[in-house]
């Protein structure tokens, strides 16, 4: 039994994971369908990472994130329907269309971006540390990135730097075992990230991020430390991605027997098993489970019925001065 | 409005200075900054700012680049010091694809307000990784702002209108003229992007240039006068936007067009000029139409070789002839 978590903190971890989940699911068949233009990467049983880290950080907070960003963005809070619909590369997206699921934004609550560039939001993450520290601001920068992400030099240069500057910065690597289609172990020398990081001045510790509690603890009190300022921190969390790369991959490549496994590690299922055992009713964790899934249902809905972006828009927010006008006639 | 007589690296000094004394929010960011930089254009910054706002950072230009967009994302000013344009090549992804994109991908939720200073150009001797002109490059970059002067006035006018801006600005200080001098007036008026300054006026001939060929350019000028050639010499300043009314307006009259740049000539921003002159004005009316620039080599090393490299005087008079033809 872990004491320090309340039956309401656990049932916020359990609602975050299962609003992922279910968002995952209900974007990866629309792109079945061939209503989501491009590709998608979906977090699908790394669930534990994105909620168990995002309960400890306010709207003020600022994360950036991966290319594998939907659940980042809806455990800090981004709205449902403007994700959706930039997923669908509707009117009304976040992004005005203009990004999609692999550049998924919310600066209104604190989410700085997903990126197209492996490690391309370490850098960010970092300077939005500086920028914080220098206004006097109580707000962190967090930073979510893959275990592909620690072969790239940003990785070290940013490490570094943070460091060096005692920024209010946490890292955050999501650690699935893949690169795209590689194990990562099979390309990365030495004893890992949690070593790469104490060698550039930065503590880490590493979690299991199948374990949502355990996640949520851990990163509570690294916070608290880069709140308190005293410099970056990173967390480790191993998990384990259930569906492909990207949503035309369908993973067959990868070994039955580690699929399985995994799939008895299931975050959201073992915090509803430790629910039920804290005495929550089955039917209240269904009900929160339906209501979700309604709850993304209706965003595709809604998706679906969203207009197009007139041409115009794809003239707009270039730059102020300088700026190519739309003549009004199609190219 | 009093005026004073400055080389142009203390021009942009002295606007960088004003600048951050204006804005709490501009800070300064880069390797040795906190010593003044490689040349001087940030020098006693640390002791009027502090080491918070004038960042000696390490040789890691990724994250140069990349935590000036971040810090730029939460709402401060950063001007990010590349020392030499070309180490801009270790940055290009959080150049390219991050803060020339990140506006537009995030349909407006970002604003990426940072001066990036690149100073290029043939310079002492520095051979192919310290002297490269790639400016054209960037022009071709939807998102930015390249700027592009070659006065202590312009760079400095520029350089607070850069700073002011909240499009992302790509500044190319001209590191061969920063010894040059001219005068520089006492509170330093931000100059618009986009207009471009006319060095020098005459009819028979436009020449179009900017950055650091500009004084071979006048001193072309000069001679081609004495000769009973008058050119009408126009500074674009700014690359992108840069001044086509003013240039099409020049050529009009003239009928004649010369682009000297320092660059490779294949495929550079005087390409661009000459198509646009074209298109604008029609064939008819434009009687040469001729760039002048580097051959498509990479700046060689020794004097004699590096010499045969630049455009100089000389060759931009036999250009000019050439085009009148
Ligand atoms: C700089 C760069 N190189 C390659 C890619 C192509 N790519 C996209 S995701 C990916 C794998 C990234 O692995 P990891 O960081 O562990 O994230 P995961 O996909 O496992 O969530 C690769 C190679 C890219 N987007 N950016
Ligand atoms: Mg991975």
């Known amino acids: 039994m872990e004491p320090t978590h309340n039956i309401r903190r656990l049932m916020d971890l359990y609602r975050t994971m299962s609003r992922i989940r279910a968002f995952e699911t209900a974007a990866l068949n629309a792109h079945k369908e061939g209503v989501v233009p491009g590709p998608l990467h979906v977090s699908i049983g790394q669930e534990g990472v994105a909620a168990g880290v995002c309960l400890n950080l306010t709207t003020e907070d600022r994360i950036t994130s991966n290319h594998r960003g939907h659940g980042h963005a809806l455990a800090k809070g981004a709205g449902v329907q403007g994700m959706m619909r930039e997923l669908f590369g509707r009117e009304g997206g976040h992004c005005r269309g203009k990004g999609g699921s692999m550049h998924i934004a919310d600066f209104s609550v604190g989410m700085l971006g997903a990126n197209g560039v492996v490690s391309g939001g370490i850098p960010i993450a970092v300077g939005a540390a500086q920028g914080l520290k220098m206004l006097r601001s109580s707000a962190i920068a967090v930073c979510f990135f893959g275990d592909g992400a620690i072969n790239r030099g940003p990785f070290l240069e940013g490490l570094n730097w943070a460091a ?79 569906t492909g790369h990207t949503s035309t991959d369908a993973a067959a490549w990868r070994d039955p027997a580690d699929v399985a496994a995994a799939k008895a590690r299931d975050p959201i299922d073992r915090l509803g098993l430790l629910l039920a055992d804290r005495g929550v009713a089955t039917a209240d964790l269904d009900a929160l489970r339906l209501a979700v899934f309604e709850e993304m249902e209706a965003a595709v809905n809604d998706a679906k019925a969203a207009p197009w972006p007139d041409e115009a828009i794809a003239y707009e927010d270039v730059q102020d001065v300088g700026a190519v006008r739309f003549s009004g006639v199609s190219a | 409005m009093s005026m004073h007589q400055v080389t142009l690296v203390e021009a942009v000094r002295l606007a960088a200075l004003q600048e951050m004394r204006r804005d709490p929010t501009v800070w300064v960011m880069g390797e040795d900054v906190a010593r003044g930089g490689l040349y001087g254009q940030y020098r006693d910054f640390l002791p009027e700012f502090g080491a918070e706002r004038v960042v000696s950072t390490p040789i890691s230009e990724s994250t140069i680049m990349g935590a000036g967009l971040g810090a730029a994302l939460v709402g401060t000013r950063p001007i990010i010091e590349m020392r030499i344009f070309d180490f801009v090549m270790c940055a290009m992804d959080e150049l390219v694809n991050q803060i020339a994109k990140i506006r537009y991908m995030f349909g407006g939720q970002a604003r990426p307000s940072v001066v990036v200073r690149m100073p290029h150009g043939i310079w002492r001797n520095s051979a192919a990784q310290h002297s490269q002109m790639l400016e054209s490059w960037f022009v071709h970059l939807p998102g930015v702002i390249v700027v592009t002067p070659s006065t202590p006035a312009d ?171």
């Open chain 1, 164 to 242: 060096l500057y005692n920024l209010p910065v946490l890292f955050i690597c999501e650690d699935n075992g893949v690169s795209a289609f590689t194990a990562t172990d099979t390309v990365t020398a030495g004893p890992g990230v949690i070593a790469r990081a104490a060698s550039l001045g930065v503590p880490g510790v590493t979690v299991d991020g199948n374990d949502a509690l355990a996640v949520d603890e851990a990163a509570g009190r690294l916070v608290a430390e880069v709140r308190g300022g005293k410099g970056p921190r990173l967390l480790h969390a191993k998990t384990f991605r259930i």
């Open chain 2, 155 to 325: 760079a400095a006018g520029l350089l607070v209108n850069a700073i002011r801006s909240d499009d992302p600005v790509l500044f190319f200080d001209p590191k061969n003229l920063f010894p040059a001098t001219g005068d520089v007036a006492s509170v330093i008026e931000p100059i618009p992007f986009g207009k471009a300054r006319l060095a020098r006026e005459g009819r028979d001939l436009t020449i179009v240039s900017w950055s650091a060929i500009m004084p071979a350019v006048e001193q072309a000028a000069a001679t081609l006068a004495a000769d009973g050639i008058a050119a009408d010499v126009i500074d674009l300043r700014t690359l992108w936007p840069w001044d086509q009314e003013a240039v099409c307006a020049s050529v009009a009259r003239t009928g004649r067009l010369l682009v000297v740049q320092e660059a490779v000539s294949v495929a550079g921003f005087g390409a661009e000029v000459v198509a646009t002159v074209l298109e604008t004005l029609g064939p008819a009316r434009v009687k040469a139409a001729r760039r002048l620039g580097a051959p498509r080599i990479p700046i060689p090393f020794s004097p004699p070789l590096e010499d045969a490299v630049k455009v100089t005087p000389a060759k931009i008079v036999a250009a000019a002839k050439a085009a009148m033809g």
